[in-house]
């Protein structure tokens, strides 16, 4: 059986399609501390962080768990200060 080639894209998507599936479980268990947890392993795109950033403000977007480091990447490392 010959084998599929996956690009990076598509692992990066269904990992984050896994991690909001154990969101969900968490919640509905009523498990806040592993919702806490797998929301840790989410990874916004850094344009959807960006406009979380305009939206929420940025002392909101600290408060949460999500992995930023992408968007520090593409933004600089001060992005959360910057207007």
Do not use: C, F, N
């Not at 399609?17 to 795109?45: C, N, T």
């Not at 403000?57 to 001060?78: C, F, H, I, K, N």
């Amino acid at each position: 059986m010959p084998m599929i080639e996956v690009s990076e894209e598509e692992l990066e998507h269904r990992r984050q399609g896994e991690v909001l599936d154990r969101i969900h479980e968490a919640r509905v268990r009523g498990d806040v501390e592993a919702e806490r947890e797998a929301q840790a392993e989410l990874a916004p795109s850094p344009t959807v962080l960006m406009r979380a950033k305009r939206v929420m403000g940025s002392d909101w977007l600290r408060r949460q768990p999500y992995d930023m480091r992408r968007a520090e990447e593409v933004y600089g490392r001060d992005w959360l200060d910057a207007d």
